[in-house]
Protein backbone atom coordinates (compact mmCIF):
# COMPACT_ATOMS: atom_id res chain seq x y z
CA UNK A 1 0.00 0.00 0.00
CA UNK A 2 2.91 2.55 0.49
CA UNK A 3 3.43 4.77 -2.32
CA UNK A 4 5.77 4.86 -5.23
CA UNK A 5 8.54 7.59 -5.23
CA UNK A 6 7.78 9.75 -8.43
CA UNK A 7 11.57 9.99 -9.07
CA UNK A 8 11.76 5.96 -9.41
CA UNK A 9 8.85 5.78 -12.11
CA UNK A 10 11.11 5.65 -15.19
CA UNK A 11 8.34 5.69 -17.58
CA UNK A 12 4.83 7.02 -17.79
CA UNK A 13 2.92 4.70 -20.13
CA UNK A 14 -0.29 6.88 -19.92
CA UNK A 15 -0.73 10.54 -19.16
CA UNK A 16 -3.92 13.20 -18.07
CA UNK A 17 -4.60 16.20 -16.60
CA UNK A 18 -6.38 14.27 -14.05
CA UNK A 19 -6.58 10.68 -13.21
CA UNK A 20 -9.93 8.90 -11.69
CA UNK A 21 -9.82 5.92 -10.47
CA UNK A 22 -13.71 4.36 -10.52
CA UNK A 23 -16.02 4.93 -13.22
CA UNK A 24 -19.28 4.79 -10.74
CA UNK A 25 -21.49 8.16 -9.48
CA UNK A 26 -18.56 9.92 -8.10
CA UNK A 27 -16.06 9.18 -11.06
CA UNK A 28 -18.59 10.01 -13.70
CA UNK A 29 -19.48 13.03 -11.85
CA UNK A 30 -15.70 14.15 -11.27
CA UNK A 31 -15.14 13.28 -15.03
CA UNK A 32 -17.68 15.84 -16.29
CA UNK A 33 -17.05 18.46 -14.17
CA UNK A 34 -13.07 18.12 -14.65
CA UNK A 35 -13.29 18.21 -18.52
CA UNK A 36 -15.58 21.04 -18.64
CA UNK A 37 -12.84 22.79 -16.56
CA UNK A 38 -10.76 22.23 -19.45
CA UNK A 39 -9.16 19.59 -18.14
CA UNK A 40 -7.93 16.44 -20.07
CA UNK A 41 -9.11 13.47 -18.47
CA UNK A 42 -8.36 9.90 -17.73
CA UNK A 43 -10.79 7.51 -15.85
CA UNK A 44 -9.34 3.76 -14.43
CA UNK A 45 -12.07 1.31 -14.26
CA UNK A 46 -11.56 -1.80 -12.72
CA UNK A 47 -14.44 -3.53 -14.09
CA UNK A 48 -15.11 -4.45 -17.52
CA UNK A 49 -17.30 -1.68 -18.35
CA UNK A 50 -18.78 2.07 -16.36
CA UNK A 51 -21.45 1.82 -13.88
CA UNK A 52 -20.13 0.36 -10.73
CA UNK A 53 -22.64 -0.47 -7.72
CA UNK A 54 -24.56 2.94 -8.85
CA UNK A 55 -25.79 1.67 -12.23
CA UNK A 56 -27.12 -1.27 -10.19
CA UNK A 57 -28.82 0.35 -7.38
CA UNK A 58 -32.56 1.79 -7.17
CA UNK A 59 -31.42 4.90 -8.75
CA UNK A 60 -32.37 7.34 -5.72
CA UNK A 61 -30.88 10.72 -5.37
CA UNK A 62 -31.24 12.23 -2.47
CA UNK A 63 -32.29 15.84 -3.13
CA UNK A 64 -34.03 18.55 -1.27
CA UNK A 65 -34.52 22.27 -0.52
CA UNK A 66 -37.29 23.29 -3.74
CA UNK A 67 -35.97 21.12 -6.74
CA UNK A 68 -38.27 21.81 -9.81
CA UNK A 69 -39.42 18.34 -9.23
CA UNK A 70 -40.68 18.63 -6.28
CA UNK A 71 -42.12 21.81 -6.76
CA UNK A 72 -43.72 20.25 -10.38
CA UNK A 73 -45.03 17.10 -7.58
CA UNK A 74 -46.78 20.55 -5.25
CA UNK A 75 -44.36 20.18 -2.50
CA UNK A 76 -42.51 23.02 -0.75
CA UNK A 77 -39.09 22.47 1.02
CA UNK A 78 -35.97 24.69 1.72
CA UNK A 79 -32.42 23.99 2.50
CA UNK A 80 -33.16 24.63 6.41
CA UNK A 81 -35.66 21.70 6.70
CA UNK A 82 -33.89 19.51 4.52
CA UNK A 83 -30.60 20.31 7.08
CA UNK A 84 -32.95 19.85 9.49
CA UNK A 85 -34.07 16.37 9.08
CA UNK A 86 -30.23 15.42 7.86
CA UNK A 87 -28.60 16.42 10.81
CA UNK A 88 -31.28 14.36 13.05
CA UNK A 89 -31.92 11.11 9.89
CA UNK A 90 -28.04 10.53 9.94
CA UNK A 91 -26.80 9.62 13.22
CA UNK A 92 -24.62 10.41 15.83
CA UNK A 93 -21.30 12.47 14.10
CA UNK A 94 -23.01 13.98 11.07
CA UNK A 95 -21.03 16.92 10.00
CA UNK A 96 -23.28 20.11 9.89
CA UNK A 97 -20.63 21.86 7.82
CA UNK A 98 -21.19 19.13 4.99
CA UNK A 99 -24.96 18.54 5.41
CA UNK A 100 -25.02 22.35 5.07
CA UNK A 101 -23.21 23.06 2.12
CA UNK A 102 -24.93 19.59 0.22
CA UNK A 103 -28.45 21.41 1.46
CA UNK A 104 -27.59 24.59 0.23
CA UNK A 105 -26.27 22.93 -3.38
CA UNK A 106 -28.72 20.16 -3.65
CA UNK A 107 -31.30 22.47 -6.19
CA UNK A 108 -28.06 23.59 -8.52
CA UNK A 109 -27.46 19.92 -8.02
CA UNK A 110 -30.52 18.71 -9.42
CA UNK A 111 -30.39 21.37 -12.36
CA UNK A 112 -26.54 19.95 -12.87
CA UNK A 113 -28.02 16.28 -13.27
CA UNK A 114 -30.98 17.25 -15.64
CA UNK A 115 -28.25 19.41 -17.53
CA UNK A 116 -26.15 16.37 -17.92
CA UNK A 117 -29.71 14.27 -19.45
CA UNK A 118 -31.19 12.50 -16.46
CA UNK A 119 -34.29 12.29 -16.95
CA UNK A 120 -36.84 13.01 -13.83
CA UNK A 121 -41.03 12.12 -14.73
CA UNK A 122 -42.76 14.68 -12.53
CA UNK A 123 -44.91 12.12 -11.06
CA UNK A 124 -45.08 11.47 -6.99
CA UNK A 125 -45.09 7.71 -5.59
CA UNK A 126 -46.50 7.84 -2.33
CA UNK A 127 -47.37 4.36 -1.15
CA UNK A 128 -45.21 2.59 1.18
CA UNK A 129 -42.23 1.23 -0.63
CA UNK A 130 -38.57 0.53 -1.32
CA UNK A 131 -38.49 2.41 -4.59
CA UNK A 132 -41.96 3.18 -6.99
CA UNK A 133 -44.05 0.50 -8.83
CA UNK A 134 -43.35 2.18 -12.12
CA UNK A 135 -41.33 5.24 -13.47
CA UNK A 136 -42.72 7.74 -10.85
CA UNK A 137 -39.62 10.49 -10.19
CA UNK A 138 -40.26 11.45 -6.37
CA UNK A 139 -41.05 9.89 -2.97
CA UNK A 140 -40.32 9.78 0.24
CA UNK A 141 -37.21 8.01 0.45
CA UNK A 142 -36.20 8.34 4.33
CA UNK A 143 -38.87 8.48 6.39
CA UNK A 144 -38.83 12.20 6.21
CA UNK A 145 -43.23 11.78 7.46
CA UNK A 146 -42.80 9.27 10.14
CA UNK A 147 -41.97 10.00 14.03
CA UNK A 148 -39.73 11.34 15.45
CA UNK A 149 -38.53 13.16 12.01
CA UNK A 150 -41.60 14.37 11.42
CA UNK A 151 -41.56 16.63 14.41
CA UNK A 152 -38.17 18.04 13.76
CA UNK A 153 -38.94 19.32 10.12
CA UNK A 154 -41.76 19.67 7.93
CA UNK A 155 -41.75 16.62 6.09
CA UNK A 156 -40.53 17.04 1.96
CA UNK A 157 -40.20 13.78 -0.23
CA UNK A 158 -36.63 14.08 -1.50
CA UNK A 159 -35.76 10.95 -3.12
CA UNK A 160 -35.08 11.97 -7.00
CA UNK A 161 -35.57 9.02 -9.32
CA UNK A 162 -34.48 9.10 -12.64
CA UNK A 163 -36.78 7.87 -14.80
CA UNK A 164 -36.48 4.54 -16.41
CA UNK A 165 -39.26 2.12 -18.47
CA UNK A 166 -38.95 -1.24 -18.09
CA UNK A 167 -36.78 -1.83 -15.29
CA UNK A 168 -35.47 -4.48 -13.96
CA UNK A 169 -34.09 -3.77 -9.81
CA UNK A 170 -31.02 -5.15 -9.69
CA UNK A 171 -30.12 -5.28 -13.22
CA UNK A 172 -30.78 -2.14 -14.80
CA UNK A 173 -33.19 0.03 -13.09
CA UNK A 174 -32.94 3.92 -12.04
CA UNK A 175 -29.08 4.03 -10.96
CA UNK A 176 -28.30 3.00 -14.77
CA UNK A 177 -30.54 5.55 -16.13
CA UNK A 178 -28.29 7.98 -13.58
CA UNK A 179 -25.47 6.82 -14.78
CA UNK A 180 -25.47 6.62 -18.75
CA UNK A 181 -26.56 10.38 -19.31
CA UNK A 182 -23.27 11.43 -17.05
CA UNK A 183 -21.25 8.56 -18.89
CA UNK A 184 -22.33 10.04 -22.54
CA UNK A 185 -21.73 13.39 -21.34
CA UNK A 186 -18.10 12.84 -20.16
CA UNK A 187 -17.62 10.93 -23.33
CA UNK A 188 -18.76 13.94 -25.77
CA UNK A 189 -16.90 16.36 -23.23
CA UNK A 190 -13.78 14.13 -24.16
CA UNK A 191 -12.99 12.39 -21.44
CA UNK A 192 -11.07 8.80 -21.90
CA UNK A 193 -11.81 5.59 -19.74
CA UNK A 194 -9.54 2.26 -19.69
CA UNK A 195 -11.37 -0.25 -18.10
CA UNK A 196 -10.02 -3.79 -16.91
CA UNK A 197 -7.25 -1.61 -14.61
CA UNK A 198 -6.97 -1.77 -10.68
CA UNK A 199 -4.94 0.74 -9.17
CA UNK A 200 -2.69 -0.83 -6.99
CA UNK A 201 -0.53 1.99 -5.86
CA UNK A 202 -0.61 5.69 -5.52
CA UNK A 203 2.74 7.96 -7.06
CA UNK A 204 3.99 10.88 -4.74
CA UNK A 205 6.60 13.62 -5.06
CA UNK A 206 9.34 14.20 -2.60
CA UNK A 207 7.17 17.04 -1.35
CA UNK A 208 4.21 14.50 -0.65
CA UNK A 209 2.46 15.79 -3.80
CA UNK A 210 0.35 13.11 -5.21
CA UNK A 211 1.87 12.58 -9.02
CA UNK A 212 -0.14 9.10 -10.10
CA UNK A 213 -0.87 6.11 -9.76
CA UNK A 214 0.89 2.42 -10.32
CA UNK A 215 -2.24 0.22 -11.52
CA UNK A 216 -2.21 -3.79 -13.29
CA UNK A 217 -3.82 -4.47 -16.45
CA UNK A 218 -4.65 -8.23 -17.15
CA UNK A 219 -1.36 -8.54 -15.13
CA UNK A 220 0.61 -5.70 -16.94
CA UNK A 221 2.01 -2.97 -14.18
CA UNK A 222 0.64 0.60 -15.91
CA UNK A 223 1.79 3.57 -14.92
CA UNK A 224 -0.29 6.74 -15.02
CA UNK A 225 0.55 10.51 -14.34
CA UNK A 226 -1.50 12.84 -13.30
CA UNK A 227 -0.25 16.50 -14.06
CA UNK A 228 -3.18 17.89 -11.98
CA UNK A 229 -4.81 15.85 -9.41
CA UNK A 230 -6.02 12.10 -8.64
CA UNK A 231 -9.54 11.48 -7.39
CA UNK A 232 -10.07 8.05 -5.74
CA UNK A 233 -13.66 6.88 -6.30
CA UNK A 234 -13.51 3.21 -6.45
CA UNK A 235 -16.14 2.68 -3.50
CA UNK A 236 -16.49 1.21 -0.16
CA UNK A 237 -14.69 -1.54 1.67
CA UNK A 238 -17.82 -4.02 2.37
CA UNK A 239 -16.02 -6.47 0.08
CA UNK A 240 -12.92 -6.74 2.30
CA UNK A 241 -13.47 -9.16 4.51
CA UNK A 242 -10.28 -7.97 6.69
CA UNK A 243 -11.25 -4.38 6.92
CA UNK A 244 -14.82 -5.54 7.80
CA UNK A 245 -13.48 -7.63 10.64
CA UNK A 246 -11.57 -4.63 11.79
CA UNK A 247 -14.28 -1.81 11.70
CA UNK A 248 -17.64 -3.07 11.21
CA UNK A 249 -17.38 -6.95 12.47
CA UNK A 250 -21.65 -6.80 12.13
CA UNK A 251 -21.50 -6.63 8.20
CA UNK A 252 -18.99 -9.99 8.23
CA UNK A 253 -20.31 -12.41 6.98
CA UNK A 254 -23.23 -10.66 5.15
CA UNK A 255 -24.85 -10.21 1.89
CA UNK A 256 -23.05 -6.91 0.94
CA UNK A 257 -25.15 -4.24 -0.83
CA UNK A 258 -22.50 -3.83 -3.19
CA UNK A 259 -20.26 -4.55 -5.57
CA UNK A 260 -16.92 -6.93 -5.26
CA UNK A 261 -15.28 -3.95 -6.36
CA UNK A 262 -15.71 -2.48 -3.35
CA UNK A 263 -12.47 -3.76 -1.74
CA UNK A 264 -11.41 -0.68 -0.01
CA UNK A 265 -8.67 -0.02 -1.95
CA UNK A 266 -9.01 3.89 -1.83
CA UNK A 267 -9.04 3.87 1.80
CA UNK A 268 -6.01 1.72 2.14
CA UNK A 269 -3.82 3.99 -0.28
CA UNK A 270 -4.77 7.38 1.07
CA UNK A 271 -4.18 5.74 4.66
CA UNK A 272 -0.47 5.18 3.97
CA UNK A 273 -0.58 8.65 3.09
CA UNK A 274 -1.51 9.51 6.80
CA UNK A 275 -5.10 10.23 5.57
CA UNK A 276 -7.56 9.93 8.16
CA UNK A 277 -10.53 8.40 7.94
CA UNK A 278 -14.24 8.62 9.85
CA UNK A 279 -16.94 6.71 10.64
CA UNK A 280 -15.61 3.19 10.35
CA UNK A 281 -18.05 0.95 12.09
CA UNK A 282 -21.32 3.20 10.37
CA UNK A 283 -23.49 0.60 7.92
CA UNK A 284 -26.71 1.24 5.97
CA UNK A 285 -28.63 -1.74 6.85
CA UNK A 286 -31.46 -3.69 5.40
CA UNK A 287 -34.17 -6.11 5.58
CA UNK A 288 -34.98 -7.58 2.40
CA UNK A 289 -39.06 -6.54 2.93
CA UNK A 290 -41.83 -5.13 1.12
CA UNK A 291 -43.12 -2.06 3.36
CA UNK A 292 -46.37 -3.00 2.72
CA UNK A 293 -46.24 -6.27 5.30
CA UNK A 294 -44.50 -3.75 8.00
CA UNK A 295 -46.79 -1.20 8.14
CA UNK A 296 -49.49 -3.63 8.80
CA UNK A 297 -47.97 -5.59 11.66
CA UNK A 298 -45.68 -5.07 14.50
CA UNK A 299 -41.68 -5.79 14.59
CA UNK A 300 -40.68 -7.97 17.79
CA UNK A 301 -37.36 -8.83 19.04
CA UNK A 302 -36.09 -11.67 20.68
CA UNK A 303 -38.02 -11.13 23.81
CA UNK A 304 -41.39 -10.35 22.31
CA UNK A 305 -40.95 -6.70 22.04
CA UNK A 306 -41.46 -4.28 19.44
CA UNK A 307 -38.56 -1.93 19.19
CA UNK A 308 -38.91 1.05 16.17
CA UNK A 309 -42.26 2.28 14.71
CA UNK A 310 -42.75 0.05 11.57
CA UNK A 311 -43.96 2.89 9.25
CA UNK A 312 -40.64 4.41 9.11
CA UNK A 313 -37.90 3.86 6.69
CA UNK A 314 -37.35 0.15 5.85
CA UNK A 315 -33.79 0.54 6.61
CA UNK A 316 -34.11 2.08 9.72
CA UNK A 317 -35.97 -1.28 10.92
CA UNK A 318 -32.69 -3.10 9.74
CA UNK A 319 -30.58 -0.90 11.31
CA UNK A 320 -32.66 -1.13 14.47
CA UNK A 321 -32.77 -4.52 14.35
CA UNK A 322 -28.75 -5.76 14.07
CA UNK A 323 -27.07 -2.99 15.78
CA UNK A 324 -29.69 -2.96 18.50
CA UNK A 325 -31.47 -6.18 19.00
CA UNK A 326 -28.43 -8.83 18.41
CA UNK A 327 -29.97 -9.45 14.78
CA UNK A 328 -33.33 -10.62 16.53
CA UNK A 329 -36.76 -9.37 14.54
CA UNK A 330 -40.20 -11.13 13.91
CA UNK A 331 -42.84 -9.56 12.13
CA UNK A 332 -45.99 -10.59 13.28
CA UNK A 333 -49.32 -10.15 10.95
CA UNK A 334 -53.00 -10.95 11.49
CA UNK A 335 -54.64 -12.77 8.60
CA UNK A 336 -56.42 -9.71 7.14
CA UNK A 337 -52.74 -7.93 7.07
CA UNK A 338 -50.68 -10.66 4.88
CA UNK A 339 -53.86 -10.70 2.67
CA UNK A 340 -54.30 -7.27 2.18
CA UNK A 341 -50.17 -6.24 2.07
CA UNK A 342 -49.91 -9.09 -0.48
CA UNK A 343 -53.03 -7.50 -2.79
CA UNK A 344 -51.03 -4.40 -2.80
CA UNK A 345 -47.67 -5.28 -3.18
CA UNK A 346 -45.56 -4.05 -5.82
CA UNK A 347 -42.04 -5.79 -4.81
CA UNK A 348 -40.30 -8.09 -6.29
CA UNK A 349 -41.34 -11.78 -5.42
CA UNK A 350 -38.38 -12.32 -2.25
CA UNK A 351 -39.80 -9.49 -0.48
CA UNK A 352 -42.80 -10.82 -0.20
CA UNK A 353 -43.49 -11.81 3.30
CA UNK A 354 -44.68 -15.46 4.13
CA UNK A 355 -44.86 -16.61 7.80
CA UNK A 356 -43.17 -18.73 9.29
CA UNK A 357 -45.66 -20.23 11.84
CA UNK A 358 -48.90 -19.50 12.09
CA UNK A 359 -51.03 -20.06 14.99
CA UNK A 360 -55.18 -19.09 16.10
CA UNK A 361 -53.73 -16.83 19.39
CA UNK A 362 -50.69 -15.00 20.81
CA UNK A 363 -50.03 -17.46 23.24
CA UNK A 364 -49.73 -20.17 21.10
CA UNK A 365 -47.62 -18.19 18.30
CA UNK A 366 -45.40 -17.16 20.85
CA UNK A 367 -44.58 -20.80 22.11
CA UNK A 368 -44.02 -21.63 18.66
CA UNK A 369 -41.39 -18.57 18.05
CA UNK A 370 -39.93 -20.00 21.28
CA UNK A 371 -40.27 -16.60 22.71
CA UNK A 372 -40.99 -16.29 26.65
CA UNK A 373 -44.26 -16.86 28.27
CA UNK A 374 -46.46 -14.03 28.00
CA UNK A 375 -44.20 -11.86 26.28
CA UNK A 376 -45.68 -11.73 23.04
CA UNK A 377 -49.13 -11.82 24.44
CA UNK A 378 -48.18 -8.83 26.79
CA UNK A 379 -46.80 -6.80 23.49
CA UNK A 380 -49.90 -7.47 21.20
CA UNK A 381 -52.33 -6.49 24.41
CA UNK A 382 -50.43 -3.03 25.24
CA UNK A 383 -50.84 -2.74 21.46
CA UNK A 384 -53.97 -3.58 20.30
CA UNK A 385 -55.56 -1.32 23.74
CA UNK A 386 -54.43 1.33 22.00
CA UNK A 387 -54.94 0.82 18.36
CA UNK A 388 -58.67 0.48 19.46
CA UNK A 389 -58.44 4.28 19.44
CA UNK A 390 -56.38 4.59 16.01
CA UNK A 391 -53.07 5.44 18.23
CA UNK A 392 -49.84 4.45 19.02
CA UNK A 393 -48.48 6.13 21.67
CA UNK A 394 -45.60 3.74 22.40
CA UNK A 395 -43.64 4.33 19.33
CA UNK A 396 -46.09 6.73 17.33
CA UNK A 397 -46.43 4.87 14.55
CA UNK A 398 -48.86 6.99 11.66
CA UNK A 399 -52.84 6.29 12.90
CA UNK A 400 -53.81 5.38 9.43
CA UNK A 401 -51.33 2.13 9.52
CA UNK A 402 -52.40 1.53 13.25
CA UNK A 403 -55.60 -1.01 13.77
CA UNK A 404 -55.84 -4.27 16.07
CA UNK A 405 -54.61 -7.45 15.09
CA UNK A 406 -57.07 -9.92 15.93
CA UNK A 407 -57.59 -13.73 14.94
CA UNK A 408 -55.27 -16.25 13.26
CA UNK A 409 -51.86 -14.87 13.20
CA UNK A 410 -48.56 -14.88 11.58
CA UNK A 411 -44.93 -14.37 12.16
CA UNK A 412 -42.07 -13.70 9.50
CA UNK A 413 -38.91 -15.09 10.87
CA UNK A 414 -36.48 -12.02 9.86
CA UNK A 415 -33.24 -13.50 12.41
CA UNK A 416 -29.96 -12.97 10.60
CA UNK A 417 -31.55 -11.79 7.48
CA UNK A 418 -29.90 -8.59 7.28
CA UNK A 419 -27.64 -6.93 4.73
CA UNK A 420 -25.51 -3.78 3.90
CA UNK A 421 -22.47 -1.22 3.06
CA UNK A 422 -20.32 0.16 5.05
CA UNK A 423 -21.08 3.83 5.17
CA UNK A 424 -17.27 5.00 6.81
CA UNK A 425 -13.98 6.36 4.43
CA UNK A 426 -11.78 9.06 3.83
CA UNK A 427 -12.21 12.26 5.19
CA UNK A 428 -12.44 15.13 2.87
CA UNK A 429 -13.06 18.94 2.75
CA UNK A 430 -15.85 21.01 1.15
CA UNK A 431 -13.70 20.49 -2.21
CA UNK A 432 -13.50 17.07 -1.80
CA UNK A 433 -9.66 17.15 -0.97
CA UNK A 434 -8.48 13.96 1.14
CA UNK A 435 -7.43 15.57 4.51
CA UNK A 436 -4.51 14.08 6.27
CA UNK A 437 -4.76 13.08 9.72
CA UNK A 438 -3.30 16.85 10.98
CA UNK A 439 -6.23 18.20 9.20
CA UNK A 440 -4.29 19.58 5.86
CA UNK A 441 -4.99 18.65 2.68
CA UNK A 442 -2.58 15.66 0.99
CA UNK A 443 -1.78 17.78 -1.94
CA UNK A 444 -3.12 16.98 -5.50
CA UNK A 445 -5.63 13.73 -3.69
CA UNK A 446 -9.38 14.01 -3.56
CA UNK A 447 -11.88 11.46 -3.07
CA UNK A 448 -15.96 11.29 -3.24
CA UNK A 449 -18.48 8.88 -3.40
CA UNK A 450 -18.41 6.15 -0.78
CA UNK A 451 -14.67 5.78 -0.13
CA UNK A 452 -15.06 8.99 1.88
CA UNK A 453 -17.32 9.46 5.03
CA UNK A 454 -19.58 11.13 3.51
CA UNK A 455 -22.83 12.99 4.65
CA UNK A 456 -24.11 10.09 6.39
CA UNK A 457 -22.59 8.90 9.77
CA UNK A 458 -24.53 6.06 12.03
CA UNK A 459 -27.76 6.36 9.95
CA UNK A 460 -29.12 6.58 6.39
CA UNK A 461 -32.08 7.81 3.71
CA UNK A 462 -32.18 6.01 0.32
CA UNK A 463 -30.11 8.61 -2.23
CA UNK A 464 -27.51 9.60 0.25
CA UNK A 465 -24.64 7.49 -1.28
CA UNK A 466 -25.62 8.79 -5.18
CA UNK A 467 -26.74 11.65 -3.75
CA UNK A 468 -23.38 13.01 -1.80
CA UNK A 469 -21.37 10.93 -4.10
CA UNK A 470 -22.20 12.84 -7.33
CA UNK A 471 -22.33 16.16 -5.65
CA UNK A 472 -18.84 15.98 -3.91
CA UNK A 473 -17.70 14.20 -7.56
CA UNK A 474 -18.40 17.08 -9.22
CA UNK A 475 -16.43 19.15 -6.27
CA UNK A 476 -13.46 16.81 -6.54
CA UNK A 477 -13.15 17.07 -10.26
CA UNK A 478 -13.62 20.53 -10.20
CA UNK A 479 -11.17 21.06 -7.29
CA UNK A 480 -8.64 18.55 -9.23
CA UNK A 481 -8.76 20.22 -12.85
CA UNK A 482 -8.16 23.63 -11.39
CA UNK A 483 -5.05 22.15 -9.10
CA UNK A 484 -1.48 23.57 -11.32
Not at 341 to 364: D, K
Not at 457 to 483: E, H, M, Q, V
Request: aromatic fraction near 8%; charged fraction near 20%.
Amino acid sequence: MRPYAAADIGTWDLTADVVIAGYGVAGAAAAVEAARAGAEVLVLERAGGWGGAAALAGGFVYLGGGTALQRACGFEDSPEAMAAFLMAAMGPGADAAKVTDYCEGSVAHFDWLVGCGVPFNPVFYGDPAWEPAGDEGLMYSGGENAAPFDEIAAPAPRGHLPRMENKRTGERGGGYMLMKPLVDTAERLGVKAHYGMRIERLVVERDGTVRGVVARSYGERVTVRARRGVVLATGSFTYNDEMLAAHAPLLSGRPGAAVEEHDGIAVKLAQALGAGVAHMDACEVALPMDPQYSIRGILVNGRGQRFVNEDTYPGRLGHAALFQQDNQAFLVLDEEGFEEAGRVSAAPEFMRMRPAWVCETAAELGAAMGLPPGALESTLDVYNRHAEDGRDPLLRKAARWVRPLRGPLGAVDLRGMTSGFALGGLTTSADAEVLHVDGAPVPGLYAAGRATAGIAAWGYASGISLGDGSFYGRRAGGAAARNR
